[in-house]
């Protein structure tokens, strides 16, 4: 039996499965994004300035530690700065070197902690020159002078009597050249005796003076005031030249004259 003869319709009824809505799709930029920000935020954590700065920059300073001791660090990152005065002119050869070859303790071993160095000395201020001496007086001058004139002149010894105060007459011309260098010195002046370190030492003082005094009238005598002259006797307290050889005893044996000042 047919369902059109019957006056019937056949139904078919058909199920339809709807699909569930996709994800929407999410940009690779995105991704990139997101890593750069985990980057930065590791970056501005704490943690990541223990673990890179700080041993960059125990590394720099221990490097520096040795001769450096004025060298400043600064560090950002694994960039090392170094700053500060130099305390002299290329003190601050070999700091950046130093600092490069510095090794820090890392989980991959010993490795240089800084990725840069650079340096920013400064140089310091030149101290100001100091003020100039002060000229010497003219007096001075001249008493210096005076000296050694009169050093110059005494190279002769003046001659005396053997164990006397007699100035002898060969020595008469050098006491003309004497008094005359005496003549141009300022002020007071010195006469000074002195013996060889044979006999009495009391003896010797006086015989000293004895001759320093005959001296300063011979000078006396050549027109040059008395009172411009101070005599003394050292004996054998002075000498310039070894007592033991004849030939010492003779340099010992002599008249100093010198300006006072």
Known sequence: MSGAADGQTAVTIRRIRRRPEPLPFLPVGGVLVLALLGVVAFACWPFARDWIEAPTRAAAEAALA???GWVRVA?????????G???ALGADAGAEDAVRAALAETWLGKHPPAWGVTSRFEMAEAPPDPPPAPAPAP?????DQCDAALAALLREPIRFDTASATVQADSFGLLDRIAEAAATCPG???IEGHTDAQGDAEMNVALSQARAEAVRDQLVSRGLEADRFDTVGRGAADPVA???????RAQNRRIEIEAIR
Do not use: K
Request: charged share 30%; glycine share 10%.
């Open 66 to 68: 040795d001769g450096y």
């Open 188 to 190: 007071r002046m010195r």
């Open 75 to 83: 560090v950002d990152g694994q960039e090392v700065v170094l700053s």
């Open 139 to 143: 007096d001075v001058v001249a008493a």
């Open 242 to 248: 070894d007592d033991a050889t004849a030939e010492g």
């Open 85 to 87: 005065t130099l305390p």
